[in-house]
């Protein structure tokens, strides 16, 4: 059973940074790919960034040069760095790890940018 626990939402102005930190507690040397996807009130979830356990990165063009992805091997953890935050980043974001062929999912946390 493969859990992920996400933590590092909550209220900023526009313009500030939040981190979102996502936890999986199975480790493995297969390929595999973590990311953060979003969903605003009303509109489908959509892709925030990703990154695979070779270090291929992948943005929505929403958030290229103000989101970081990033991830600690060792410690099977994604990281998401948000600078210059925008009130159209709200929404709530889901940890994302796919493992042959199988997506596993966060609980979500939201993230409320306010103008």
């Known amino acids: 059973q493969v859990q992920l626990v996400e933590s590092g939402g909550g209220l900023v102005q526009a313009g500030g940074s939040l981190r979102l930190s996502c936890a999986v507690s199975?480790?493995?040397?297969?390929?595999?790919?973590m990311g953060w996807y979003r969903q605003a009130p009303g509109t489908q979830r959509e892709l925030v960034a990703t990154i695979s356990s070779t270090g291929s990165t992948n943005y929505a063009d929403s958030v290229k040069g103000r989101f970081t992805i990033s991830r600690d091997g060792a410690k099977n953890t994604v990281f998401l760095q948000m600078n210059s935050l925008k009130p159209e980043d709200t929404a709530v974001y889901y940890c994302?790890?796919?493992?042959?062929?199988?997506?596993?999912w966060g609980q979500g946390m939201r993230v409320t940018v306010s103008s």
């Open positions: 994302n790890y796919f493992l042959l062929d199988t997506d596993y």
């Open positions: 199975r480790s493995t040397f297969i390929y595999n790919v």
